[in-house]
């Protein structure tokens, strides 16, 4: 149970550190920010085990730099899509609701 709590911990730091460094504003809400840490967080992992550096003395910067970069095209490909999405779903219903 602690391990599951502390995966959403990271993926949040992720997720937001992604957010951070992206330029513009992303509103995707704070479950999305860390599913999308969380994901980076497991996708930087498997590209540092496959370049050798996912175990190095210290800390693995390498490592971290790669989780929060995937984190960031993930943000960066989903915020848009998720203000799209909500932007026509509220234009539509504004337009339906007195149709009844």
């Not at 992303?26 to 498997?46: F, K, M, R």
């Not at 190095?56 to 390498?62: A, E, L, Q």
């Amino acid at each position: 149970m602690f391990q599951i709590i502390w995966i959403i911990i990271a993926g949040l730091v992720i997720g937001l550190l992604a957010r951070l460094i992206l330029r513009g504003r992303q509103d995707i809400p704070l479950w999305l920010t860390a599913a999308l840490g969380i994901v980076g967080a497991l996708v930087g992992n498997v590209i540092a085990s496959a370049i050798g550096v996912r175990h190095t003395g210290g800390i693995d910067w390498i490592r971290h730099v790669l989780q929060v970069g995937v984190a960031l095209a993930l943000v960066a490909a989903v915020a848009p899509l998720w203000a799209t999405r909500h932007t026509h779903g509220d234009h539509h219903n504004r337009h339906t609701a007195g149709r009844l």
